[in-house]
């Protein structure tokens, strides 16, 4: 299989949003190879095999965050929400940035079927009879990372009994500039 994956991590200068005011490190988004201790984990968790762990810098963010707590409006290591976790991953892993809460990051999406998934994409659940009220961001295989409320940064099945019923929007993040231009709106 060919893949678009560099072996060498792309300098990327640490700035501060404009709008949040936390630093980023921002840069073009250049896939790089995961650490093999990091594939073999979130490899074996997802039920997959090591080498379809391939996004370094997503792995690298989600075990940096794996286990942090969840705080309404959190967004550091103390706490963080579920659209804080989705925003700074976004920024940080993909160098895209989008808004900061669940209801405004779910208008700047093209909408997928579930069996369309690629990782890197948004889903969206409605909890407490509020929709799009919860943010994830897809994996492989069924998983997804989000900030649980009970549990905080962790990775879900899709198809777990809790949270399936509540599954109610996905598809992937719209280009960087009709992104900016959104969240600047909002």
């Known amino acids: 299989m060919i893949s678009s994956c560099s072996h060498k991590l792309t300098p990327r200068k640490t700035t501060v949003d404009d709008v949040t005011g936390i630093p980023v490190k921002r840069?073009?988004?250049?896939?790089?190879?995961?650490?093999?201790?990091?594939?073999?984990?979130?490899?074996?968790?997802?039920?997959?095999?090591?080498?379809?762990?391939?996004?370094?810098?997503?792995?690298?963010?989600?075990?940096?965050?794996?286990?942090t707590p969840y705080r309404l409006g959190g967004m550091?290591?103390?706490?963080?929400?579920?659209?804080?976790?989705?925003?700074?991953?976004?920024?940080?892993?993909?160098?895209?940035?989008?808004?900061r809460?669940?209801?405004?990051?779910?208008?700047?999406?093209?909408?997928?079927?579930?069996?369309?998934?690629?990782?890197?994409d948004l889903v969206f659940f409605d909890f407490d009879g509020k929709q799009f009220s919860h943010v994830g961001v897809y994996l492989q295989n069924g998983y997804f990372v989000h900030?649980?409320?009970?549990?905080?940064?962790?990775?879900?099945?899709?198809?777990d009994n809790g949270i399936y019923k509540f599954f109610s929007r996905a598809g992937s993040v719209i280009d960087n500039d009709t992104a900016i231009q959104t969240s600047m709106q909002q």
């Open 27 to 67: 840069g073009p988004y250049v896939m790089v190879k995961p650490e093999k201790e990091i594939a073999e984990k979130y490899a074996s968790l997802m039920g997959v095999k090591r080498g379809d762990i391939q996004n370094g810098r997503l792995y690298s963010f989600i075990e940096e965050w794996y286990g």
């Open 76 to 99: 550091d290591k103390d706490g963080i929400d579920c659209s804080g976790l989705v925003f700074l991953l976004q920024l940080q892993v993909y160098d895209q940035p989008v808004p």
């Open 147 to 159: 900030a649980s409320t009970r549990k905080g940064v962790m990775i879900a099945r899709l198809h």
């Open 101 to 120: 809460t669940c209801a405004m990051q779910v208008g700047i999406i093209k909408r997928k079927y579930e069996d369309e998934l690629q990782e890197g």
